[in-house]
């Protein structure tokens, strides 16, 4: 399995901007399907975005437009750009990795990373 780390997160207020990243060890992330998904206290994990092989991509209704997932093979590094923040963006984000296309549930992901946490004040 590929080891997965994130880093950028912070403390923002409304209307900003963070970029997340995700760096890979232990195999290359080009292999992989690259999600994010967040969690916020007291709710369930849900999907953010996602990025195939090719660099298709596939957002969550509720950051479209404001977010943008990315990848840089040669680095092996999966980003995660959110601007125009609002409080309810206000989770624990975690980035996943998984070997088919269109997965959108986190138990159809093999590989996590430990979280960064977000929090946007309003």
């Known amino acids: 399995q590929v080891e997965l780390v994130e880093s950028g997160g912070g403390l923002v207020q409304a209307g900003g901007s963070l970029r997340l990243s995700c760096a890979a060890s232990?195999?290359?992330?080009?292999?992989?399907?690259m999600g994010w998904f967040r969690q916020a206290p007291g709710k369930e994990r849900e999907f953010v975005a996602n990025?195939?092989?090719?660099?298709?991509?596939y957002y969550a209704d509720s950051v479209k437009g404001r977010f943008t997932i990315s990848r840089d093979n040669a680095k092996n590094t999966v980003y995660l750009q959110m601007n125009s923040l609002k409080p309810e963006d206000t989770a624990v984000y975690y980035c996943?990795?998984?070997?088919?296309?269109?997965?959108?549930?986190?138990?159809?992901?093999?590989?996590w990373g430990q979280g960064t946490q977000v929090t946007v004040s309003s």
């Open positions: 996943a990795a998984t070997n088919r296309w269109g997965q959108r549930k986190p138990d159809e992901y093999s590989s």
């Open positions: 232990g195999r290359t992330l080009s292999t992989y399907v």
């Open positions: 990025i195939g092989w090719s660099g298709a991509t």
